[in-house]
């Protein structure tokens, strides 16, 4: 009696099949073949279920057509309409595939051995190709990504999609990502262009700020300005259209002694120190008052002519300032 190999090999013992073990011989080497470099188009006309899937029936002795499942490659097409189940039969089969699911509609596959157990199965998303292996144990056989926590040394690709979230830290070994597309999410990448221009205000030529450099000389001065020809004056906050005026500058309007010439009646205030500590002095009025020793006099009165013309002088003080340059976008 002929037995099989986990290929479905026929083994030949010594002295079997006389005359015919070379028709055996080019069967197993048609298996083999389809084995290592044969392709598989699979059509799903239903998505099956987890009691009753679809099959991937791995026969003993010839192959069961030219998508035999045993075939290395395998394309899953159709329009089963939901999510498909596919099972490996039998369940003690130990192999893998490079398998792709071209199923229309955006549909997943769910591929088991024996009993279905989600823990136990492994999903291939729509559109996906990946290498799974079925361990062939039974009723609780597993399928896997065999390319799960895959290790290489450099990988070159033209496109690169993520289905699930990365679960450690990515290095991009001092490179740059580009060509990032207009983030929509709070939490999509951007390029600097697109953060520098959604951070920023945009200026137009001819407007102007204030600024401040840390060392003189337009050296200093953002790339795209020039200093205004703005020197010596103050600053004047408005809520309208800004403008111009005045005829001081800045220096000459504070630190000077002004001299105002004042006519008709008005009120002096006085306060001063006597000189001697000895000094006695006396109010003159309903009461008497002596005053001895240092001490402050304060008075007003009003002139008592409404002609009478005479100068007051006030010194202004030397304010303090912090200079700023207007800068002008060009």
């Not at 983030?183 to 221009?197: G, I, L, Q, R, S």
Request: include cysteine; charge should be negative.
């Amino acid at each position: 009696m002929a037995t099989y190999s986990n290929l479905g090999v026929k083994l030949i013992t010594t002295g079997n099949e006389p005359g015919i073990w070379g028709t055996s011989t080019n069967d197993n080497f048609s298996l083999f073949d389809a084995t290592i470099v044969g392709y598989a188009n699979i059509t799903l006309i239903g998505p099956g279920t987890t009691g009753s899937p679809n099959s991937l029936l791995i026969t003993d002795g010839t192959l069961t057509g030219p998508n035999d499942p045993r075939k290395r490659v395998i394309e899953f097409t159709g329009s089963p309409g939901a999510a498909s189940y596919v099972r490996v039969d039998p369940n003690d089969f130990v192999g893998y595939w490079f398998i792709r699911n071209s199923l229309s509609g955006g549909h997943s596959i769910f591929l088991f051995q024996g009993n279905y157990d989600a823990a136990r199965d492994y999903e291939i998303p729509n559109g996906t190709d990946v290498v799974v292996r079925c361990t062939g144990g039974g009723t609780v056989s597993y399928v896997y990504n065999q390319f799960n926590n895959l290790q290489v040394d450099s990988v070159t690709t033209n496109t690169l999609s993520v289905v699930t979230a990365a679960s450690a830290n990515f290095s991009m070994g001092g490179f740059k990502i580009t060509s990032l597309g207009i983030p929509t999410a709070d939490t999509d990448a951007a390029t600097k262009e697109y953060v520098d221009a959604a951070g920023s205000i945009v200026y137009t030529s001819g407007n102007q700020i204030l600024f401040r450099a840390s060392a003189a000389g337009t050296g200093a001065i953002p790339a795209g300005w020039t200093i205004a020809a703005q020197n010596n004056k103050a600053l004047r906050i408005v809520s309208g259209t800004p403008s111009s005026g005045g005829s001081v500058n800045f220096t000459s309007a504070f630190n000077v002694a002004v001299t105002s010439s004042l006519s008709g009646n008005h009120t002096h205030t006085y306060s001063g120190t006597t000189s001697a500590s000895g000094f006695t002095s006396s109010i003159a009025g309903p009461a008497s008052v002596q005053f001895v020793g240092n001490h402050t006099h304060t008075y007003s009165g009003t002139t008592s002519g409404v002609s009478t013309t005479h100068n007051h002088t006030t010194t202004i003080p030397n304010i303090l300032y912090y200079d700023f340059n207007v800068i002008q976008k060009t």
